[in-house]
Nanobody, 126 residues
Framework: QVQVVESGGGLVQAGGSLRLSCTAS????????MGWFRQAPGKKREGVSF????????YHADSVKGRFTISRDNAKNTLYLQMNSLKPEDTAMYYC???????????????????WGQGTQVTVSS
């Protein structure tokens, strides 16, 4: 049984930092590219950051480029999202997702991901 569990969300002031973690079990973690998505109330789900199975390739959406960093530790079956210089517009539920592939191709299409976590809330106050 595959489980994907996010943690690390919370309330932070603008300009602050948070580090999200996502632990996956029940799968071979290094067979999966991973991604972070977010969804704010009343808005569409947005792809934030993506990483290949090995960690060699990453992509960040323009809205977070230079502020967020995605990384992974395959030995710990864990994905991370370091978020710095947070803004109120970063407020959203953040979801971790896994996509089975051994290629280096990254995808921002939510429909291409096989497994999802339940999400962790990030709230940035102004």
């Amino acid at each position: 049984q595959v489980q994907v569990v996010e943690s690390g969300g919370g309330l932070v002031q603008a300009g602050g930092s948070l580090r999200l973690s996502c632990t996956a079990s029940g799968l071979s973690f290094d067979d999966y590219a991973m991604g972070w998505f977010r969804q704010a109330p009343g808005k569409k789900r947005e792809g934030v950051s993506f990483i290949s199975w090995s960690g060699a390739y990453t992509y960040h959406a323009d809205s977070v480029k230079g502020r967020f960093t995605i990384s992974r530790d395959n030995a710990k079956n864990t994905l991370y999202l370091q978020m710095n210089s947070l803004k109120p517009e970063d407020t959203a539920m953040y979801y971790c997702a896994a996509r089975v592939t051994k290629s280096g191709v990254l995808s921002s299409r939510a429909s291409s991901y096989n497994y999802w976590g339940q999400g962790t809330q990030v709230t940035v106050s102004s």
